[in-house]
């Protein structure tokens, strides 16, 4: 059964880091693109961030720029994003996905992503 498994969520404090991970469970993922979405309370899921399978491209929310970066292991199956200068509005719950079927491009837009992961909660306080 294909998995993707997130960790690293937690509360923190406005200006904090996170680092969250994201280990998918079938090392084919490794040839294809991931993303970082999240979902705040009351709000549709929104992009955060992708990365090639490579890991030598990468796409940001404007939200995201400067302050988030997603990066992947080097077994390929695994991502990270490493957050920084928390807010509070970056309160969510975040999921990671992968995208396998769709051709490449359009990386936020939920729709082309086809497995996702249970979401881990991020809250931060002011």
């Known amino acids: 059964q294909v998995q993707l498994v997130e960790s690293g969520g937690g509360l923190v404090q406005a200006g904090d880091s996170l680092r969250l991970s994201c280990v998918a469970s079938?090392?084919?993922?490794?040839?294809?693109?991931m993303g970082w979405f999240r979902q705040a309370p009351g709000k549709d899921r929104e992009f955060v961030a992708a990365?090639?399978?490579?890991?030598?491209?990468?796409y940001y929310a404007d939200s995201a720029k400067g302050r988030f970066t997603i990066s992947r292991g080097s077994a390929k199956n695994t991502m990270y994003l490493q957050m920084n200068s928390l807010k509070p509005e970056d309160t969510a719950v975040y999921y990671c996905?992968?995208?396998?079927?769709?051709?490449?491009?359009?990386?936020?837009?939920?729709?082309?992503?086809?497995?996702w992961g249970q979401g881990t909660q991020v809250t931060v306080s002011s």
């Open positions: 079938a090392p084919s993922f490794s040839g294809y693109p």
């Open positions: 990365i090639t399978w490579s890991g030598d491209d990468t």
């Open positions: 996905a992968v995208k396998l079927y769709s051709p490449p491009g359009n990386y936020q837009y939920e729709n082309q992503y086809d497995y």
